[in-house]
């Protein structure tokens, strides 16, 4: 998935718990520079990250490219997950009725 192509092994000489926040908060800071990659085959690991994403914070659709927060299914994984998703995500999806229902199901 999108995670693999940026995984790098764990040195226990060259990184420490330091490293690791730094490069968290930089994906989380701009997760779009994972997505730039994606690929249509990558979509169904995407799909899982995001919803378990949304799940937490539904803000987080506010940082997705442009590209893909214009996909449905995007959408649909996001409300799923949180309902209070449909704030965040593009107005064409807002004013969907089959978004809006998944939203409040």
């Known amino acids: 998935g999108p995670l693999a192509r940026g995984w790098q092994p764990y040195s226990l000489m060259g990184s420490n ?7 968290l908060h930089d994906f989380l800071l701009n997760p779009g520079k994972v997505e730039e990659n994606l690929h249509i085959e990558d979509l169904p690991d995407f799909l899982h990250t ?3 994403q949304v799940a937490h914070n539904p803000k987080v659709l506010l940082n997705l490219p442009p590209e893909v927060s ?17 704030e965040f995500l593009e107005e064409q999806f807002q ?11």
Do not use: P, S, Y
């Open 95 to 105: 004013q969907d009725w089959r978004v809006v229902m998944a939203a409040v199901q």
């Open 17 to 23: 718990c330091q490293h690791f926040a730094e490069e």
């Open 50 to 52: 995001v919803e378990m």
């Open 70 to 86: 214009k996909e449905r299914a995007i959408a649909l994984t996001a409300v799923r997950a949180n309902g209070l998703a449909l």
